[in-house]
T-cell receptor, first 114, second 110 residues
Framework: DGGITQSPKYLFRKEGQNVTLSCEQN?????MYWYRQDPGQGLRLIYY???????QKGDIAEGYSVSREKKESFPLTVTSAQKNPTAFYLC?????????????FGQGTRLTVV | GEDVEQSLFLSVREGDSSVINCTYTDSSSTYLYWYKQEPGAGLQLLTYIFSNMDMKQDQRLTVLLNKKDKHLSLRIADTQTGDSAIYFC??????????FGAGTTVTVRA
């Protein structure tokens, strides 16, 4: 069954702690993305990666970090520098070609800072 | 989301047609998409249209694109309770990223 898997579904973090969200895909997609969703604001791009060992900042990268050591995996770390990390985080992947930018999404991780 | 705008809410009676509107600003958009999000879940692609097309129909879904006005709409015929969700309009440009609107929450009432 091909797809994109995010874990965990719910995550609680104490203030001042770093936390890592997992995203794995078995679709053989080159491109992977992390979005943040807040009520009434749609999806905002945090980071994206078009190929292994390379990634680019999106619109709201401050306080986040990523790595892309394997094609299948694109973990996101929410650092203590992120001022307002409570949100719904969505990971997506696509073939990354100009003729097909259809993105497939995971089920999301809801992060709550307590 | 600043480049793509949608109204935030739409209420429709079951069996009626729903029309969700979207405007975008980048005239170099290549593809325009409609995604559906059910509560607590990720986004699911409903349909898309290439920027050189005016219309695309897919079963109950009709997409209309007015490139001159940079206006995109999604019509859902015979709206059902299962169509209650948030609908996102998105555009892609040459750098392979998707830019999303804020989403339209559609509520279907009996």
């Amino acid at each position: 069954d091909g797809g994109i898997t995010q874990s965990p579904k719910y995550l609680f973090r104490k203030e001042g702690q770093n936390v890592t969200l997992s995203c794995e895909q078995n679709l053989n997609h080159d491109a992977m993305y992390w979005y943040r969703q807040d009520p009434g604001q749609g999806l905002r791009l945090i980071y994206y990666s078009q190929i292994v060992n390379d990634f680019q900042k999106g619109d709201i990268a401050e306080g986040y970090s990523v790595s892309r050591e394997k094609k299948e995996s694109f973990p996101l770390t929410v650092t203590s520098a992120q001022k307002n990390p409570t949100a719904f985080y969505l990971c997506a992947s696509s073939t990354g070609t100009p003729m097909n930018t259809e993105a497939f999404f995971g089920q999301g991780t809801r992060l709550t800072v307590v | 989301g600043e480049d793509v705008e949608q109204s935030l809410f739409l209420s429709v009676r079951e069996g009626d047609s729903s029309v969700i509107n979207c405007t975008y600003t980048d005239s170099s958009s290549t593809y325009l998409y409609w995604y559906k999000q059910e509560p607590g879940a990720g986004l699911q692609l409903l349909t898309y249209i290439f920027s050189n097309m005016d219309m695309k129909q897919d079963q109950r879904l009709t997409v209309l694109l007015n490139k001159k006005d940079k206006h995109l709409s999604l019509r859902i015929a015979d709206t059902q309770t299962g169509d209650s969700a948030i609908y996102f309009c998105a555009e892609s440009i040459f750098d392979y990223k998707l830019s999303f609107g804020a989403g339209t929450t559609v509520t279907v009432r009996a």
